[in-house]
């Protein structure tokens, strides 16, 4: 399977399985065959070691400082959390012939090396990495589409990734806004930053959404994200290292539902009815006769009318009947014609 965002017809929605398979493959597996009945474009798992992030070390520099992560070292987090590499073929295998979309984000070299075994069709780089130049550098000579998460990057770090990146060879760069904080607050996603990011940088541009809930990816479509990328979990009881801010899968479901509805809903620039518009037209105001009307007798207000339906003519000519003499005799409820006044 390919994958090219400049020619994406529906917008590219990612299951982030990160560490919510809990180092079990069999769970592994079933979240992927689960992405895939939940309406995912893609499954995404991550290619790293401990060793490969950090180093095994109880100095202070590696303590955890957070509300679900805290009281171990970072060593420590990612031992429970990573994917061991052994793993990736047969995931691949699985999702290829579950006919979803198999990629990673790798940190490191052997990372990337490994996915390029496999022949992914596309490489991702994550927040925490974005400054990691050479190692975007390296993943960008793959020539494969690249993705950039930009949690914490400003302006002048993203403009340095997407460089690296176009320098060393890749033409196929989105970049997801993110907020690297888990879970994120939706007063801090600052969406609107999504427009401004395919004009500023002339890239695609999606969101990697650690939002509770559906409704800030689906925001996020309607501002131009062409990617939503999305951690997913079987349960949130599970108690993986991520489960805590992931979708289950009724929420996947909704969430690829509704952006579904709204990619249809925001369609084109389009004034006047709609093909099934039309037969409302019938229910518009038109100028009817409300009293009957003898030959002779002058319009006036209280014996014509804007009313529904729409037989009669529009009611922008009220003004222009008003006061002249009615052409012949017109029973109540009849609409209004052109030939009735003179």
């Known amino acids: 399977m390919k994958f090219n965002s400049k020619s994406l017809k529906k917008c ?31 499954v995404k798992f ?7 992030l950090t180093i095994n070390s109880d100095k202070s520099y590696f303590k955890v400082k957070h509300p679900k992560w805290g009281g171990q070292t970072l060593y420590d987090l990612y031992k429970k959390a ?43 780089i994550a927040s925490f990495e974005l400054v990691d130049l050479p190692l975007i550098e390296y993943a960008a000579k793959t020539r494969k589409p690249l993705m950039l998460s930009t949690g914490m990057a400003d302006f002048s770090e993203i403009k340095e990734a997407v460089k ?27 969406l609107n930053t999504i427009p401004d990011m395919e004009k500023s940088f002339g890239c695609t541009v999606g969101l990697s959404d650690h939002t509770m809930g559906t409704g800030v990816s689906v925001a996020a479509v309607t501002l131009g994200a ?63 006769v409300v009293e009957d009307i003898k030959k002779g007798d002058i319009f006036t207000e209280d014996n014509i009318r804007s009313i529904r339906p729409a037989h009669g003519i529009k009611p922008k000519y009220l003004k222009n009947i008003l006061g002249k003499k009615a052409k012949r005799n017109i029973k109540r409820g009849n609409p209004v014609k052109v030939d009735y006044y003179g």
């Open 82 to 124: 990573y994917t061991p590499l052994k793993w990736f073929e047969k995931l691949k295998k699985t999702a290829d012939d579950c006919g979803i979309i198999f990629f990673a984000t790798a940190f490191d070299k052997v990372g990337v090396d490994l996915l390029e075994g496999l022949n992914v069709p596309l490489h991702k």
């Open 164 to 190: 690296v990146a176009r320098k060393a060879g890749v033409k196929d760069i989105t970049l997801l806004k993110c907020v690297s904080s888990y879970p994120a607050s939706p007063d801090q996603m600052n």
């Open 226 to 288: 062409k990617v939503i990328e999305k951690h997913f979990v079987h349960s949130r009881k599970l108690k993986t290292p991520d489960s805590f801010f992931s979708a289950e899968p009724e929420e996947l479901k909704e969430l690829v539902c509704n952006v579904r509805s709204v990619e249809q809903a925001l369609g084109k620039v389009s004034y006047g009815a709609g093909s099934k518009e039309k037969k409302s037209r019938v229910f518009r105001r038109s100028l009817f």
């Open 46 to 52: 991550q290619a790293y070691t401990p060793e490969s």
């Open 12 to 42: 590219f929605i990612i299951a982030e399985i990160s560490a919510n398979h809990g180092q079990d493959i069999n769970r592994a597996v079933r979240m992927i065959k689960e992405a895939k009945k939940c309406g995912a474009d893609a």
